[in-house]
């Protein structure tokens, strides 16, 4: 089967830009996962969606990121103004319920200049 | 609030001698428990899970991992490492009560020698 697709792999800004991050998670899996990777560290959960429904967004920054899943099939994350701390690895995952392993992406290389 | 922790950031072992990652965690309630690793350049992949049932859970590549409730850890291991075991690996846990979230640790790289 088909994995999780990211798109683009990897993206360069200025500080204040917009950035948009694109996935498509595995054929029928509910639940689709948002992640920030800061090299060194362990991914962090930005948001979890269940089909359509935002089920955890606590530690989404929404003064500047956004997120959504129209359709409850793939999804897309902003990110604007960007600031430096940005920089990241930003993951993208899906399970076909919560209570599952999930299924990661490549993930998007995000360098704030 | 729900924690994992692993106390290494790297893990040396020769390759043929057994290895033991360490995972510690702390949840409010039944915990779920995962083992993710990473290679260069290539993503997260799953490895193994313990929901329910026997403590000692099997998985990809050879490796397995103990669950200790009393000891609050998940520590992975594998007989008898191959250098290609070599990567970074993470520790994830989720509250089986209701949390929505999975808390990844930071990671300890495996270093393999041949």
């Known amino acids: 089967e088909a994995g999780v697709a990211q798109s683009p792999r990897y993206k360069i800004i200025e500080k204040r830009q917009s950035v948009a991050f694109w996935c498509n998670p595995i054929s029928g899996h509910a639940t689709l996962y948002w992640y920030q990777q800061i090299l060194g560290q362990g991914p962090k959960l930005l948001i979890q969606?269940?089909?359509?429904?935002?089920?955890?967004d606590s530690q989404l920054p929404k003064d500047r990121f956004s997120a959504e899943r129209l359709k409850g099939v793939d999804s897309t994350l902003k990110i604007q103004p960007a600031k430096l701390e940005d920089s990241a690895v930003y993951l993208c995952?899906?399970?076909?319920?919560?209570?599952?392993?999930?299924?990661f992406g490549p993930g998007t290389r995000l360098t704030v200049l | 609030a729900q924690s994992v922790a692993q106390p290494e950031d790297q893990v040396n072992v020769a390759e043929g001698n057994p290895l033991t990652v360490k995972c510690t965690y702390s949840v409010s309630g039944n915990p779920y428990l995962f083992w993710y690793v990473q290679y260069p350049n290539r993503g997260l992949q799953f490895l193994l899970k313990?929901?329910?049932?026997?403590?000692l859970v099997k998985g990809s590549y050879g490796f397995e991992a103990e669950f200790n409730k009393s000891q609050t850890s998940f520590h992975l291991k594998k007989p008898s490492a191959l250098v290609s075991d070599s990567a970074l690996y993470f520790c994830?846990?989720?509250?089986?009560?209701?949390?929505?979230?999975?808390?990844f640790g930071a990671g300890t790289r495996l270093f393999v020698k041949a």
């Open positions: 969606f269940q089909n359509n429904g935002v089920v955890d």
């Open positions: 995952a899906s399970s076909l319920v919560a209570m599952n392993e999930q299924f």
């Open positions: 313990y929901i329910t049932g026997d403590n």
């Open positions: 994830a846990v989720r509250d089986g009560t209701g949390g929505f979230k999975t808390i």
